[in-house]
């Protein structure tokens, strides 16, 4: 089954602990990305990769890191989250100009 | 910057209604136009995608337009149903700074049974 699977689901830390919210796609797509959706803000997108090595920033990528060292991988790195990071976080994936795929999303919250 | 903006920001509806779902953007230099539907707590699932190229794509009861010059794109649901109660979403892939998504912020359909 084609899929966008994202881990975990939900977390909750505290400020300054280091997290990383894996990203993992099964369909060979070259184009990757991570959007965060907050109330009243919409879905703002956090940083993209066009392929393996291959990354750049969205209109957010403050707090954030992305690495992109194989295709099917694009993990989101929180170096040092703080409060304002708590959000829904969702990781999509498509081939290039193509239809885009959601994961379900990973609710976090920082303390 | 690319601007997306959806109109209205909540409609509701009885069931068996035809209802129109207005998305407009300020560049008209994109790649795309896609449709997304998300469900409370869920992720987005891609309804409709329009290429720059096209002008409109159909899929069962939903029916998108296109209208690049103007910045303007419709989605048209036919005989709306309780089920397709939900936020829909518009996004476009932007020439702007390389491949970017820019998502409007929604319109959440209820559709009364």
């Known amino acids: 089954e084609a899929q966008v699977t994202q881990n975990p689901r939900y977390l909750i830390t505290v400020t300054g602990k280091k997290l990383t919210v894996t990203c993992s796609q099964n369909?060979?797509?070259?184009?990757m990305s991570w959007y965060r959706q907050d109330p009243g803000l919409g879905l703002r997108q956090i940083y993209y990769?066009?392929?393996?090595?291959?990354?750049d920033k969205g209109d957010v990528p403050e707090g954030y890191k992305v690495s992109r060292k194989e295709k099917r991988n694009f993990p989101l790195i929180l170096e040092s989250p703080s409060p304002n990071q708590t959000s829904l976080y969702f990781c999509?994936?498509?081939?290039?100009?193509?239809?885009?795929?959601f994961g379900e999303g990973s609710r976090l919250t920082v303390l | 910057k690319q601007e997306v903006t959806q109109i209205p920001a909540a409609l509701s509806v009885p069931e068996g209604e035809n209802l129109v779902l207005n998305c407009s953007f300020t560049?008209?230099?994109?790649?795309?136009l896609q449709w997304f539907r998300q469900d409370p707590g869920k992720g987005l699932t891609s309804l409709l995608l329009?290429?720059?190229?096209?002008r409109e794509q159909t899929s069962g009861r939903l029916n998108a337009s296109l209208d690049k010059s103007s910045g303007r794109s419709t989605l048209y649901i036919a005989a709306s149903q309780p089920g397709d109660s939900a936020t829909y979403l518009c996004?476009?892939?932007?020439?702007?700074?390389?491949?970017?998504?820019?998502f409007g912020a929604g319109t959440i359909l209820r559709v009364k049974s």
């Open positions: 999509a994936s498509s081939p290039k100009l193509g239809e885009l795929f």
């Open positions: 369909m060979n797509h070259e184009y």
């Open positions: 990769s066009m392929n393996v090595e291959v990354t």
């Open positions: 560049d008209s230099a994109i790649y795309n």
């Open positions: 329009i290429q720059s190229s096209q």
């Open positions: 996004a476009v892939e932007t020439m702007e700074y390389g491949n970017k998504l820019v």
